[in-house]
Structures are given as structure tokens and as C-alpha cells.
């Protein structure tokens, strides 16, 4: 596991690791990602979408690396990097924390991801070849499961009574408005806001359609998306809401809860950036907080 606090082994310059800052996300930077104050990876970003991100993991030469992967002689982090095309991975926009820099440019990552797509030579160097013993199966092994849980690490969880039912979900499979209105005894005009997300279920409700449809409340529930969420996913947020967390003395997750119920709770403002100023209001409220 990575440390925020202090720099990996191989890194030479601490200051830089210590000091990363969030930014726009761009592809072929690189960032660590974090999660509950601990560093998850490292990893250079090859796509962005609304509220995630599409990753290449990247391994520092103390981890090893091994062919698939492309090594970076030098980067912003002082050594050597292996970065791994093969491994793409999604992770959501709320485990970045610190950017470095720029590593590949979009040129160079596509002729990379087709090198390793054919078998043929890298802009960049391959790796070594991985040796064939119980050692290195059990760190591919590792690394895979690390990353999994990267990528299922979400937030926020759609909680019932607040997050509305996913209307993919219940077109793709064959729920009408009938339907919820039959399942949960409503009135016609009741089920249709359910079904176009006009309201939230209620836990109750959401337990009555998992027995009848055979869904996951994961499933049922769309993802949180509004103001506060949307805006308190961008990475120049992570490190106040573990300040946050510090003060309160919870974890990451409960912290987030805080700062989205203080910044329902903040005034409006005007200007260019109108949720970012909010959003500041409402951290800075938490942290000033003695009660």
C-alpha cells in the first residue's frame, strides 16, 4: 500500500510526491488515487467520462514489472515507471488525489495500446519478460485484485429514499409503469414518477421490487448525480474532505455525506463559479466547527 505521507521506495524526490495537486483530468497524466486517507496505485488516465475515468495502472521498479508492460525510463516522479496498456481499468473520479504530470501524450499512448493489441514493437521499451515460477504469478495475481477493488470502489451508493430507480434498468428489463404500480400497490400517476425518477423509493419499496424483479437495490437505484455530487467528485475536493474526515474523526465516505448535507444547508451564490464557492463555504463551515 502507498503512503501518502511518505514517498515509495525509488521515488527520489519526496517533495514532489508530497506535493502532487489535483488539476483538470487529462489523459496521459499521472495520478495517485486514494481512498479512506490510504494510497490505492498509481495510474496514468486514457479516457475520461462523466464521473469516471479509464486507467492504466503503473507500477514503480521496486513492485517489478514484466512484458506486457511498457517502461518509462524517466518521469515526473524522479524513476523509472511500468505502465500497463493491457490492464485498463475504470475507477471513479473520486479516488484521484494527486496529479504529477503529464507522462504520455495521446499519440504516443495509442501507438503503445496497438503495440500490445499486435505483439509488435513499442514506442517505448517492453518490459522484461516475466519469469515462469510461483513468485511472479502470485504478483500478477495480486495486482489483479487490487485493481478490481479500484474499480468497485463507488461513491456515492445510491441510498433508498434519495436516489430515484435507474429507468435503463427498468427498460431493459421489461418494467413498465404497470408494473410498479401492481408491485407496490400506487396509484397510476404515483408508479410514473418512480418510473420517469421523479421521486425516490422508499427503502420499503425498493425492498418489495428486489423480491418481485430479482434485482440488486445497486441495480435498481441510479447513481447519485446532483449538484453537490457532480461537484464534490472533481479531485480539487480530496484533500478537504479528509481534513474533514480528520476533524470528525470518520472515514472518507461519511465525510463526503457531511460535506454534501452542509453544502444543501449553504447559500446560493453568484458569480463564475457558483457550486465551486458553495462547496469552499460549506467545507470551511465543517472544519470551523467546534460542536
Known amino acids: 500500500m502507498l503512503e501518502l505521507m511518505s514517498a515509495p521506495p525509488g521515488v527520489t524526490d519526496e517533495r514532489r510526491w508530497l506535493n502532487g495537486e489535483p488539476g483538470p483530468v487529462a489523459i496521459g497524466d499521472l495520478w495517485l488515487l ?15 467520462a462523466q464521473g469516471h475515468v479509464l486507467l492504466w495502472p503503473v507500477t514503480l521498479p521496486a513492485d517489478g514489472g ?44 495509442a501507438l503503445m495500446l496497438e503495440a500490445v ?61 404497470a408494473d410498479l404500480a401492481e408491485a407496490l400497490r400506487l396509484a397510476a400517476p404515483d408508479a410514473a414518477q418512480l418510473f420517469l425518477a421523479e421521486a425516490a423509493p422508499s427503502a420499503g419499496q425498493v425492498e418489495v421490487l428486489v423480491e418481485r424483479f430479482g434485482l440488486a437495490p445497486a441495480e435498481l437505484l441510479a447513481p447519485l448525480a ?50 465551486r464557492d458553495r462547496m469552499a463555504a460549506a467545507v470551511q463551515r465543517l472544519l470551523r466547527d467546534d460542536g
Not at 34 to 48: H, Y
Not at 70 to 95: C, D, K, N, Q
Open 66 to 109: 514484466f512484458r506486457p508492460a511498457i517502461e518509462l525510463p524517466s518521469s515526473s516522479l524522479g524513476t523509472p515507471l511500468f505502465v500497463w496498456p493491457s490492464r485498463e481499468t475504470g475507477a471513479g473520479l473520486h479516488l484521484l488525489h494527486r496529479r504529477f504530470g503529464t507522462e504520455l501524450s495521446q499519440r504516443t499512448m
Open 117 to 177: 493489441e499486435n505483439g509488435t514493437e513499442s514506442p517505448l521499451p517492453y518490459a522484461a519478460v516475466r519469469p515462469d515460477d510461483s513468485a511472479a504469478r502470485d504478483q500478477d495475481t495480486a495486482m489483479v485484485d487490487q485493481w478490481e477493488d479500484i474499480c468497485f470502489n463507488v461513491w456515492p451508493h445510491p441510498v433508498p429514499g434519495e436516489a430515484p430507480l435507474n429507468r435503463d434498468v427498468l427498460r431493459d428489463s421489461g418494467i413498465t409503469v
Open 34 to 48: 486514494s481512498w479512506d486517507g490510504s494510497g490505492l496505485g498509481l495510474a496514468v488516465v486514457s479516457g475520461v
Open 226 to 275: 446532483d449538484e453537490s455530487v457532480v461537484e464534490l467528485l472533481s479531485p480539487i475536493w480530496k484533500d478537504d474532505v479528509l481534513a474533514v474526515a480528520r476533524k470528525l474523526g470518520v472515514g472518507e465516505a461519511v465525510a463526503r455525506q457531511r460535506v454534501r448535507e452542509e453544502y444543501a444547508l449553504a447559500a446560493r451564490v453568484a458569480g463564475p463559479a457558483p457550486q
